[in-house]
DNA sequence: TAAGATTATGAGAGCGCTCTCAAACTCTTG
DNA sequence: CAAGAGTTTGAGAGCGCTCTCATAATCTTA
């Protein structure tokens, strides 16, 4: 089917070119009349502006880009990006942007790709997801200019400057460590991450809550792990030489790993070692025994880095804005609190 | 950081805009010492050419759309796309090409949207992964004469046409009833899926694999379900009244649905009911008991598919292609094969 | 070394839009 | 109903590239 062009659109509707323009971009001031006719056309014909046409004469081009480091390419598996991607693109289409993707699986892939991305003028905005603390990308796009939003806050130092939404790590970890306390558990673990705000936070979290109830924080029962089921695993079978009564991991994956190391020295869960997560993905309900563990609103976080750029490229200069999302605890069974 | 322009590079290396555009997209005829000297100042003023108006002026955007229709979107979170958008990625990445996502929640969004995508030249080609037999979509990409490879093979009606690459699901359910069969299992149920490709696919493969050795196929042993873990489990439910001796379920999350079912209900895997699943996710071999299953090389799925899409935009008028990758069948604990 | 063939470079048009500016048209209101 | 104000429309330039065509430079070969 061959594409048309403003000019034919006009030509049809006996306009010219400007006036479909402007009717296409909502511009006041054309006679009611001539805006249905033209309109009409438009969508009989099914016409669609050439973007590319559109990006070079307004110099922007309506395509956002969604950036994960390459730390992350193993962890990309995990549901979490999924529910991110999907929120993003939906407000994307519900906004006219085009979501591009972009993953870099090596360092050399991400410094080729990146170039391209920011000096290209191919994209209008990013959303970038960086759970590692330091990233050579963001002072790349600072350069050029290209507004962004970050998914979980950066490090302090740079988090004035910066756009964010985040989830309230810290309150959710305090709700967790708290919850164990009030169980009756007194040797708490930890099975905790390293080099991510996100760990940092929560980390924060349990220390407060264990503090807040004059328990003594006992360095030996926090475990250093990566995000996944193997390092929760590999974590757990450390932290079990410590006898602890309870653990509090930083992810539901961590604490499934968890669980089956656990489970893999007799143990039970929850009547041996009680467990908390974080996250609450989908497994976390159906796991056995079912997870109790701190939900965070992911969806909502996409959701709402998506509108917050979109917001920042209506308006440019602004301050950086920083939105901090509530969870809440859910508790089922692995924490020992129901049967 | 001020954006530069093909002019702007020229002035600096003392040629013409045109020769700048001959180096930058390799054409022959220009001086070795030209070339040289053109290269050096692009690399050292990181330039790239601005993409809007590459795309204009050559009416070649190197941008992929990859879709996922409606229906996928609750099943969107499976790793298995997780999986073939990393390969996508990559194959994007190392070829100069930017991969845009459209997900599509609602049927209205998929109209309004598809629409822009095929009408307004952003796009030089799609790889849709279409896991429903009938799709609106791919008779309006046809209209708009865009390249496109498909991800799962088509109904048969219109394979001739369209390009795809699949896994060979057929083979790998004849593999996977077979091993049940040798294993001495007789009452082989199925835990199949309805109106999609892959599923008739395999139930293919079980009734060709049980019609082999002289089976009956007995249809009160075959329920239908989705491609999740509850569907599996709700499936699995039913087909407990029948007592079967074993199960063959269409994927992995169906099959750890089943085992959850199984469980549920007293008996014990494989000891009571054995269960082989497909695609090998990463669940599978941590799974309890580790799953016996279909191994499908998803990566290579989406690599295959991205590159096949290169390869089409290139040489445009050319027969369909179709790819079908081998699948292997990997025996763990669920299958009783193995202690 | 002159003529023709070949290679290297630049000038110019044009891709399909947006946006400014000027012209034409429609209201007011005295 | 003429003059001024406001509203509606069209013409034209320009966004930064690619690509064709003409010209300039270099290489052949007699």
Redesign the pocket.
């Known amino acids: 089917m061959k ?8 030509q049809i509707a ?9 009717v ?2 909502d ?9 249905q006719r033209v309109a009409d056309v438009i969508r009989e014909t099914g ?14 081009s309506r395509v956002f880009g969604l950036v994960m480091p390459s730390i992350l390419q193993s962890a990309f598996a995990d549901p979490y990006y999924a529910l991110v991607i999907q929120a993003i693109s939906h407000a994307c289409n519900q906004n006219d942007y085009t979501p591009a993707l972009f993953l870099f699986q090596t360092l050399e892939e991400e410094e080729k790709t990146s170039q391209r991305i920011v000096a290209s ?1 191919l994209i209008d905005g990013l959303v970038i997801t960086a759970d590692t603390i330091e990233s050579a990308f963001v002072s790349k796009i600072q350069q050029y200019d290209i507004p962004f939003v970050q998914i979980g806050r950066p490090p302090r130092s740079s988090m004035a400057d910066i756009s964010y939404v985040d989830v309230d790590n810290e309150a959710g970890a305090y709700l967790a460590a708290s919850h164990l306390i009030q169980l009756g558990y007194r040797r708490i673990g930890q099975l905790a991450t390293a080099h991510n705000t996100a760990g940092a936070d929560r980390d924060a979290g349990y220390r407060q809550a264990l503090a807040d109830r004059g328990l003594p924080i006992d360095e030996s029962l926090i475990e250093i792990s990566d995000f996944s089921e193997a390092g929760g695993y590999a974590a757990m079978r450390n932290l079990l030489e410590r006898q602890p009564e309870a653990v509090f991991a930083q992810s539901d994956a961590i604490a499934l790993g968890a669980i089956r190391a656990i489970r893999d020295s007799g143990l039970n869960v929850p009547d041996d070692i009680a467990v908390v997560g974080f996250d609450d993905m989908p497994l976390a309900a159906s796991a056995d025994p079912p997870l109790t563990t701190v939900r965070q609103p992911i969806y909502r976080t996409g959701l709402l880095a998506a509108e917050a750029l979109i917001d920042i490229t209506r308006t440019s200069p602004m301050p950086a804005r920083h939105i901090v999302l509530p969870v809440e605890l859910v508790i089922r069974a692995s924490s020992g609190a129901v049967s």
Do not use: F, M
Request: hydrophobic share 30%; no cysteine; charged share 20%.
């Open positions: 594409r048309l062009t403003l000019e034919e659109i006009g006996g306009v010219s070119r400007s006036t479909v323009s402007r296409i971009n511009h006041p001031n054309i006679r009611p009349a001539v805006r016409y669609q502006p050439n973007s590319a046409a559109r990006s070079l004469a307004s110099s922007q003028g």
